[in-house]
């Protein structure tokens, strides 16, 4: 296997916005910066695994929330972003239900993408290249992990 390369992309970065939002605060940008480092060493881990190894979370994802987006294809002009990821995890929203909230494998990416308690965001991308197949991967990891029992009503609203 080939790695093409690891990317680090400030625009990955991102903090979540809530209702109240004021001024990020120097613990917040170092998290930020924290958790961007976390994605990134777990996206470029995924990518050196041998084609056909199952996917599986970092170990940091016992304390942080994470998704993991990846996609195999033969062309290497597939462009990965973390906006392709995010919409991709968001679509599980039609799966949810609002009227019995509570954790699903099925929705999981959905509710950590739009969890309220989860105030900062950092992701990062790779990719990687064995014989005539490329793989991407987009790993995000979230502070406040998401998808704790007993807090889904509170943490994952309604549409408006």
Same mark, same amino acid.
Not at 8 to 25: D, E, R
Not at 28 to 40: C, F, G, N, Q, S
Not at 83 to 100: D, S
């Given at each position: 296997?080939?790695?093409? @390369? ?58 942080? @929330? ?30 949810? @239900? ?23 965001? @950092? ?38």
């Amino acid at each position: 296997m080939k790695i093409i @390369g690891f990317v680090l992309i400030s625009t990955f970065v991102v903090t979540v916005a809530t209702a109240k939002s004021s001024p990020m605060t120097a613990h917040e940008r170092r998290m930020r910066i924290k958790l961007h480092k976390y994605a990134r060493n777990w996206a470029n881990h995924l990518a050196r695994q041998r084609f056909g190894k199952p996917i599986s979370h970092s170990p940091a994802s016992r304390k942080l @929330g994470e998704n993991i987006y990846w996609y195999t294809t033969s062309r290497a002009s597939y462009k990965v972003s973390a906006k392709i990821a995010i919409t991709y995890w968001y679509e599980e929203k039609k799966y949810y @239900g609002y009227n019995h909230p509570g954790f699903s494998s099925q929705t999981a990416h959905f509710t950590q993408v739009v969890w309220k308690s989860s105030r900062t965001l @950092g992701c990062a991308k790779s990719r990687a290249h064995e014989g005539h197949f490329y793989r991407f991967f987009v790993v995000c990891n979230y502070y406040i992990k998401g998808n704790i029992l007993n807090r889904f009503k509170q943490n994952v609203p309604r549409p408006r």
